[in-house]
């Protein structure tokens, strides 16, 4: 009886697999990129300074999480491709926009596999993507920890990338901090409206943003 109802569920399109949780799938098949920025102090408190991460002994901002190929709805991961994994020395020459070479290497084997390129391509559009956005300087001239709207937030992103528009960026929060900024892009790089499973706003008030030591 439980499989007649699945299989009736399924047939009527409302039992689906959870978006994002496939892996393997064909590299170079998606729509659009994500570039997430992580606020570095946040990552450290919660997760880096556990794992006595080299990223937390510097004065990292926000540095790039990922490029992150992205479907309408949910994306693929580890995907399947002839390309070659990246050298030490390619993922070390990451270091100053990503924290560390693990996290170079851990985003090529994760995300950078299913965007088609080779990892030196991948890299390299990365560190392109990154540099298109200024990151508000007024976030690392804090000379303490603040509780502020997570709005606040995108509102100072806004302001300092004209043409960037509300519904191609969001910020998500974590155990009530600032976690990420995350802009949704082309292929060409070019921002563009985020899918419905992206633009997930954080709506504290009181998110904790962390000053840089």
């Known amino acids: 009886m439980r499989q007649r109802i699945v ?24 729509d659009y ?6 606020w570095s102090p946040t990552w450290c408190a919660l997760e880096g300074d556990a794992r006595n991460s080299p990223q937390c002994d510097g004065d990292f901002g926000w540095v790039l999480h990922g490029l992150w190929p992205q479907y309408e709805r ?8 002839s390309a070659q994994d990246p ?21 090529w084997k994760k995300h950078g596999r299913c965007s088609g390129l080779t990892a030196q391509d991948f890299l390299s559009l990365s560190r392109e993507a990154y540099d298109k956005f ?10 303490n920890d603040v509780k502020l709207p997570a709005s606040v937030v995108e509102e100072a992103f806004l302001r300092d990338n004209p043409g960037l528009e509300a519904n191609e960026i969001t910020v998500t929060c974590k155990n009530y901090r600032i976690q990420e900024v995350r802009i949704c892009l082309t292929r060409d790089l070019e921002p563009r409206k985020c899918g419905a499973d992206t633009i997930r706003d954080c709506t504290l008030d009181d998110a904790l943003l962390e000053a840089i030591d």
């Open 134 to 143: 200024t990151r508000p300087e007024v976030f690392r001239k804090l000379k």
């Open 33 to 38: 990129y994500v570039l997430s920025l992580s």
């Open 87 to 107: 050298s030490k020395r390619e993922t070390a020459a990451m270091e100053d926009i990503m924290g560390t070479s693990g996290a170079a290497w851990y985003q």
């Open 7 to 30: 299989t009736a569920l399924t047939c009527l399109g409302l039992l689906t697999a959870t978006p994002g949780f496939a892996e393997g799938e064909q590299a170079g098949d998606f």
């Open 74 to 81: 949910g994306w693929p991961s580890y995907c399947h491709t």
